[in-house]
C-alpha cells in the first residue's frame, strides 16, 4: 500500500523553465500551499493510520454547519478539499492536528506520483478510445471505416467475451502519473514544479505524493 | 497567452531577460551563445541576419541566417536562454516581411537588404549594465 505522504495541489498550468546549462525543462505548476492537518486517524480507534488533510482555502458561509464543527474542531479555516493519507506512526507523529504540511516536504531532484481526474472526453469511439487501428479505407470498402471488426465467434462461445473492448464513455477517470521530477520548489510561494505533464484541466485538484516506487527501492514504504 | 494565470506569468517573468537589445527580423545582429563541449565553456559568435522572431512569451525564439562558405546556416535560439550570453546589434534593416524566409532562396547582391538609419526608440536600456551582469 502507497504509505507516502502527499499534499493536495491544484494544477494552474504548464509553463518552462531554463536549467543553468540552458536546457528547457516543460514543467506543471501546482499550487500546494495551505495544506493543513485537520484529524489523525490512530490504530486503536479507527483500526488504521492516516493522516487528514484539507486544502484550498473556502468562504466560511459556503461551508456546510457539519463541515465548519469539523474545521472548528481542528482550529483551521474551512477548506474545499479533504482527504486522507495513510502514513507511518512516526509520520503522524510529525504532524499534529491544526498545523500545515508545508510544501518543502518535497525537495527538487525527488520523484513523485500525481494522482488526478482527466479531462472528460465524453463517448468515443474505439479508434480514440482503444487506440484500435480501424478498417481499410479503399479496396471498395464502404460505411465500415472506424469500427472495432468482429466482436466474437458464433455457436461457441455464443456470447460476447466479458471485457471486450468497444466503444463508450472515455476520461474523467482517475489517473496516476508516476516518477515525475520534481523541478522546483517555490516554498514561499507555496508552489511546486513538476517535470512533464499531470492528468487533468487546469485548476483542477490533484495529490502529490513522494514517488511509491522509489520509496520500496529504499525500503521506505514500512508501517 | 491571453488567460496566462498571475502565476505562471510569474515564474515566465523570472526568466525573461532585460539585457537583450530590441531587434527585429532585417536587422544584423552578433549572438555571443555559449557552447560547452568536452565539459568545458567558451564563447562562438554568430554573426548574420536576423530572419525570424516568435514572440511567444517565455517561449519566444529568434533566428539568425548567415552564409558561411557559400553554405546557409541558420540558427535558432530562444530568446531567454541562459546559452545566449549577449546580443549585439549592429545595424537595422529596412524590410516589409515578418518573416524573411525569400531570403533563402536568393544569393548574392539579392539577398542583401538595404539598411536603416536611425535607432530605436528604447535603446537607452540597450546596453547592459553593471549591475545586469
Sequence with gaps: ?223 | MSHRSPIIASIENSYDRKDIPEFRPGDTIRVHARISEGGKERIQVFQGLCIRRRMNGARSTFTVRKVSHGIGVERVWPVNSPRVAKIELLSRGRVRRAKLYYLRDLSGNAARIREKIGEYATKNDVEPTESDA
Design chain 1, 1 to 223: 500500500m502507497n504509505l507516502q505522504l502527499g499534499l493536495i495541489a491544484k494544477k494552474i498550468g504548464m509553463t518552462q523553465i531554463f536549467l543553468e546549462d540552458g536546457t528547457r525543462v516543460p514543467v506543471t505548476v501546482l499550487a500546494a500551499g495551505g495544506n493543513a492537518v485537520t484529524a489523525h486517524r490512530t490504530a486503536e480507534r479507527d483500526g488504521y493510520i492516516a493522516v487528514q488533510l484539507a486544502f484550498g482555502e473556502k468562504k466560511e458561509h459556503r461551508a456546510t454547519k457539519a463541515e465548519l464543527g469539523h474545521f472548528k474542531a481542528a482550529g483551521v479555516t474551512p477548506r474545499y478539499r479533504v482527504r486522507e493519507f495513510r502514513v507511518p506512526a512516526a509520520v503522524l507523529a510529525q504532524h499534529p492536528v491544526g498545523a500545515e504540511v508545508p510544501v518543502s516536504i518535497f525537495n527538487e531532484g525527488e520523484f513523485v506520483d500525481v494522482t488526478g481526474t482527466s479531462k472528460g472526453k465524453g463517448f468515443q469511439g474505439v479508434m480514440k478510445r482503444h487506440n484500435m487501428a480501424g478498417e481499410k479505407r479503399t479496396h471498395g470498402q464502404h460505411e465500415f471505416f472506424r469500427h472495432g471488426g468482429s466482436i466474437g465467434c458464433r455457436k461457441t462461445p455464443g456470447r460476447v467475451h466479458l471485457g471486450k473492448r468497444m466503444s463508450g464513455h472515455m476520461g474523467a477517470e482517475t489517473v496516476t502519473q508516476q516518477n515525475l521530477k520534481v523541478a522546483k520548489v517555490l516554498a514561499d510561494q507555496g508552489l511546486i514544479l513538476v517535470r512533464g505533464a499531470i492528468p487533468g484541466a487546469n485548476n483542477g485538484y490533484v495529490l502529490i505524493r513522494h514517488a511509491v516506487k522509489a520509496a520500496i527501492r529504499a525500503g521506505k514504504n514500512k508501517a
